[in-house]
């Protein structure tokens, strides 16, 4: 993991958000309960002005993450790794219902599979292709991709400096 410590109920779930001002990064912390909010995350991706776009950074424990991306108030893109994870969280399915994606049924949780738009931050350096391996790379925590996408997208040092400030 990215340095993070279970807090004292064994969770290591964080969601964060990372903007560009003029040619720069900054990444915050956001309220840990929007880790279980989809519609509170997206309202609160939309109070930062950013010119590429507000990116949000959700890890829920060792299982799965989520990065979505408002532009302006109604360009949304979202991402979630894996789609398996709708079965016990309602994060994640808020994800697929929000995707317009059926929740998996049994027998179609034997492969971790991602949802969403692939090419969400294609823009930034990016691909599909990569994005898409960092998701399925099953020996890698979600806070440890995420760690790996604010490197190649050029905001890691203000990404771990979040981290940090969690304690």
């Known amino acids: 993991m990215t340095g993070l410590e279970d807090d004292d109920d064994g969770s290591s779930d964080f969601a964060a958000v990372a903007y560009r001002e003029e040619d720069?990064?900054?990444?915050?912390?956001l309220p840990v309960a929007l880790t279980e909010d989809l519609k509170?995350?997206?309202h609160a991706l939309r109070q930062q002005p950013s010119i590429s776009g507000a990116i949000g950074l959700v890890a829920i424990g060792d299982d799965?993450?989520?990065?979505?991306?408002?532009?302006?108030?109604?360009d949304v893109s979202?991402?979630?790794?894996?789609?398996?994870?709708?079965?016990?969280?309602p994060v994640?399915?808020?994800?697929l219902e929000y995707l317009d994606i059926d929740v998996p049924e049994d027998e179609d949780l034997d492969q971790v599979l991602p949802a969403g738009d692939l090419?969400?931050?294609?823009?930034?350096?990016?691909?599909?292709?990569e994005l898409g391996a960092l998701a399925g790379d099953l020996d890698l925590y979600p806070?440890?991709?995420?760690?790996?996408?604010s490197e190649r997208l050029g905001f890691?040092?203000?990404f771990q400096r979040a981290l940090d400030a969690m304690g």
């Open 143 to 149: 806070d440890e991709v995420l760690a790996s996408i």
């Open 119 to 129: 090419s969400i931050l294609a823009d930034l350096g990016l691909d599909e292709m």
């Open 156 to 158: 890691q040092q203000a």
């Open 92 to 95: 994640a399915r808020q994800v």
């Open 40 to 42: 509170g995350l997206l």
């Open 78 to 89: 979202l991402f979630l790794s894996d789609v398996t994870a709708s079965v016990d969280w």
């Open 64 to 74: 799965f993450f989520i990065v979505a991306r408002v532009y302006g108030r109604d």
């Open 24 to 29: 720069y990064w900054d990444v915050d912390l």
